[in-house]
């Protein structure tokens, strides 16, 4: 069974430097990668998601993700953060297949933004 | 285009109750998948169901807990004879029928047990 794991429970860093939250998978083959931002009291929101190709990948709020093969990982990392990107960062594996999503997700790494 | 609903947001349960959580999946969405997440850890699955059958409930305890997803209406996550250990927020995801692993999550509902 696939499995994620997030090393860093809690981060923090200072307003504008940059970010890197760390993620590591286990799953026989290339599994679907995402990351989600869930802010406090609130529901998951996609930054982005890897299936195939670039393995640099962009997404929303300035983040990107890149996929490396050969440590089974999915790191996320953002150049400059800002005080809005305090929040709760979950990685999450899926099954491949267009017929089953089933997803499991890392034990998420909180982030505090010092001004 | 509305994103995914649940309600109630917040529902308060005494012990032996039952609790019922609703979710409305986004339109076109035609797969729900419903995840468990107690207090201090991730998310954990639960249940993935499609219009009246369920796919994959292997993250479902075995006793006390049952989901449905009819043709008409919501989908429910049925809890009876609540205990406090059941105390945690629950969240719904919808997903398209082609992108089944691109999910859209609901705010989710906190459920508390007294």
């Known amino acids: 069974a696939q499995s994620v794991t997030q090393p860093d429970i809690h981060i923090t860093v200072s307003e504008g430097a940059s970010l890197e939250l760390r993620c590591n998978y286990s799953?026989?083959?290339?599994?679907?990668l995402f990351w989600y931002v869930q802010s406090p009291g609130q529901g998951l929101q996609l930054l982005l998601k890897y299936f195939s190709g670039d393995t640099l990948v962009q997404g929303i709020k300035g983040f990107e993700a890149e996929f490396k093969r050969s440590q089974s990982s999915f790191n996320l990392r953002k150049p400059s953060v800002h005080w809005s990107d305090a929040a709760e960062y979950f990685c999450a594996v899926a099954v491949g297949g267009t017929s089953y999503g089933k997803l499991t997700f890392g034990q998420g790494t909180i982030l505090t933004v010092h001004p | 285009n509305a994103g995914v609903m649940q309600n109630p947001r917040h529902l308060v349960r005494r012990r032996g109750q039952e609790a019922r959580l609703r979710c409305s999946p986004m339109?076109?969405?035609?797969?729900v998948y419903w995840y468990r997440q107690l207090p201090e850890e991730g998310l954990k699955f639960m249940v993935y169901?499609?219009?009246?059958?369920?796919?994959?409930e292997s993250g479902m305890p075995k006793e006390r807990f049952s989901a449905e997803f009819p043709k008409e209406g919501p989908s429910i996550l049925r809890i009876q004879q609540v205990v406090r250990g059941d105390s945690a927020a629950y969240f719904c995801a919808s997903s398209p029928p082609s992108q089944n692993n691109e999910q859209f999550f609901g705010p989710g509902t906190r459920l508390t047990v007294l």
């Open positions: 339109k076109g969405h035609s797969h």
């Open positions: 169901l499609q219009k009246e059958n369920i796919i994959d």
């Open positions: 799953y026989g083959a290339t599994p679907y």
